[in-house]
């Protein structure tokens, strides 16, 4: 337990790795505005490959107006103004105009399962599908690893021809982490992923975000203060549109530099 009184995982992997990580993610100076309203304040931090990070704040705060900058989904709102650069993999993503290419690289999975009304083979395979991929037999590859991969093959590979809609939410939640990965992603942005679930959906989902980080950056954005202790690498803290603090998840839960963090996670607002 730490001084906060939140249990942290402490991950002595990150610690003494924590020289050799690579840059993901680079963000510099982002101001974000919604017509004449501003969201996002100055942020500039580094995401790092292969790493969990976490975005906590109360509501309001701009975490999935953040989220959704890195894959330039708020492109799709009108009025939606940014300053500043977003850098991946050393590219601009705001300069680079395949919008296409960076969604595929850049997934996401978001806080309720959108299935489509169709087969939960058809759901994996769509997006491949769409890219161009017509071989069964590569389709049937891609769906089994994806399915594995989201650790939810083994529940249900005998009924991959049946309507996904009739699984229960937390496994819904989990074909759409196979569908993002059937993408073939380097990026996984989670806006919330397990807020509809029970605590053992959650609880799976929380175990298999661990595993995915062997291959995949991933960014999460979660109200559950113990889910962001369990399973990020690191945490930033938003307040009011600005990153507060951004460090180490173990640091950030016992010993935070800024009292407004303190006073956040110790529950004290928020
Ligand atoms: N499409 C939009 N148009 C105008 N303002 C928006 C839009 N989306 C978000 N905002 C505003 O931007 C600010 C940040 O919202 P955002 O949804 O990013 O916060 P959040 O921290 O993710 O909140 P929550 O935890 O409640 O999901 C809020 O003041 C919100 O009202």
Known sequence: MSATGIK?????????????????INVQNLDLFYGEKQALFSISIDIFENEVTALIGPSGC??????RTLNRMNDLIDGVKINGTINIDNEDIYKSTD???????????????????????????????????????????IVEKSLRGA???????????TSALGLSGGQQQRICIARAIAMKPDIILMDEP?????????????ELIENMKKEYTI????????????????????????????DLTSKIFSVP????TEDYITGRFG
């Open 194 to 206: 397990t807020s509809a679930l029970d605590p053992i959906s959650t609880l799976k989902v929380e």
């Open 151 to 161: 650790a939810i093959w083994d529940e249900v590979k005998d009924r991959l021809k």
């Open 62 to 67: 701009g975490k999935s107006t953040f989220l």
């Open 8 to 24: 942290v995982r402490m991950n002595h992997s990150t610690i003494l790795n924590e020289q050799e990580k690579d840059v993901k």
């Open 219 to 246: 960014v999460i954005v979660t109200h559950n203060m113990q889910q962001a202790a369990r399973v990020s690498d690191r945490t930033a803290f938003f307040l009011n549109g600005e990153v507060v603090e951004y």
């Open 257 to 260: 530099s800024d009292k407004r």
């Open 99 to 141: 919008v296409i290419k960076l969604r595929t690289k850049v997934g996401m999975v978001f806080q309720k399962a959108n299935l489509f009304p169709m087969s939960i083979y058809d759901n994996v395979a769509y997006g491949p599908k769409m890219q161009g991929i017509k071989s069964k037999k590569e389709l049937n590859e």
